[in-house]
């Protein structure tokens, strides 16, 4: 598992800037597949076996980031977030920038007033990026500067959200062979700032459903949200709702059963908050009906998101016994 995960959730790959990933996965899977195609807007779409379209499952490859907008003076610059990245989460972290540079987010204060007044109200405002004397182009992008770690059967990542999902997509096509039908496994960019690819990657497929593998908020720490009940290593999250969509209830309905068949763990998911590729996928062409399954994580959107093992081995799993279903 982790030398699947480590190079994807490490590999560089803000919104826009997919290609790094892109030609990874393409590494990971080329030999596994029976065919791929790379969409006009860069949707990576691989499939396996024959006889009739049935599922496609969808990973984003994108993650969030941050991109330069102007110089204040040399070495100093004003950021932008890519996607959904708290000004608070940004502040003091290291980021590495698509040419290299590493940066450091600080805030701008000339008195401890100033400095209390910003920080109770953080804004990109008040934010700048520090390129230690380097001098950046704007428009260059950048992500969190951060490694992948391992403690037990917890895994670390800058990007979980969501190459924790296209390692469960590289794991299914690796180790599933014979499937009854056409399945595909798709990897779409620029989720992250508002489902852009999974908008018209399904397009040309004839399928019958489509499933969106992305994470989804845990309630496992102290004093977390209230009214999630998403908990790690308890298995893959079988999405009923987020703020975006609602998942087909005939999907919920198969992937309940195929999880009872085969004594996989799972729960269910009502996300208070988000969305994900599958509301995209249920508006296309005439309509797919559209689900999620959700990794649960925590700490969403930082440096640091945190997944449980077997929740990533659980969801292959689920995803090998739905593709003999369908
Ligand atoms: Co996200
Ligand atoms: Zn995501």
């Known amino acids: 598992m982790d030398e699947v ?19 990874l996965i393409l590494e990971m899977i080329k030999d596994h597949i029976d065919g791929y195609e790379i969409d006009r807007v860069g949707n990576l779409i691989a499939w396996k076996g024959n006889g009739g379209d049935s599922v496609v499952f969808v990973a984003h490859m994108d993650e969030i980031g941050i991109v330069v907008t102007n110089e204040i003076k040399e070495g100093f610059y004003r950021i932008e977030p890519v996607g959904g990245v708290s000004p608070y989460t940004t502040l003091s972290k290291r980021f590495v920038l ?10 701008e204060h000339e008195t401890v007033e100033d400095y209390k007044k910003s920080l109770s109200d953080l804004t990109f405002d008040h934010l700048y990026l520090d390129t230690m004397g380097k001098r950046v182009k704007i428009g ?47 990897f779409s960019i620029q989720e992250e700032v508002g489902l852009v690819g999974s908008s018209v990657l399904a397009y040309p497929l004839d399928v019958k459903e489509a499933i ?34 609602i998942s087909d209830r005939r999907i919920v309905d198969k ?46 959107h930082t440096p640091s998101e945190v997944v449980h093992k077997k929740d990533v081995e659980n969801t292959v ?4 016994g739905y593709v003999q279903k369908v």
């Open 212 to 245: 969106a593998i992305d994470v989804t908020d845990s309630a496992d720490m102290p004093k977390a949200f209230k009214r999630h009940s998403m908990i790690l290593g308890k298995g893959p999250a079988i999405k009923i709702k987020d703020k975006m969509s």
């Open 5 to 23: 995960v480590r190079p994807l959730t490490e590999s560089f790959g803000p919104s826009g800037r997919e290609d790094k990933v892109r030609n």
């Open 317 to 320: 799993k689920l995803l090998m």
């Open 140 to 186: 260059t992008f950048g992500v969190y500067h951060s490694s992948y770690q391992r403690s037990g059967e917890m895994m670390m990542s800058k990007a979980m959200d969501d190459r924790i999902s296209v390692a469960v997509l590289v794991e299914l096509v690796r180790n599933l062979d014979d499937p009854r039908r056409r399945f595909y496994v798709a």
């Open 98 to 107: 698509e040419d290299g540079t590493i940066g450091v987010v600080g805030v």
């Open 255 to 300: 992937l309940i059963k195929v999880a009872g068949e085969n004594d996989l763990p799972y729960q269910m998911e009502v996300l208070t908050l988000g969305g994900t590729d599958a509301a995209a996928l249920m508006r296309t062409r005439e309509g797919i009906p559209s689900a999620t399954i959700s990794i649960p994580t925590r700490y969403i």
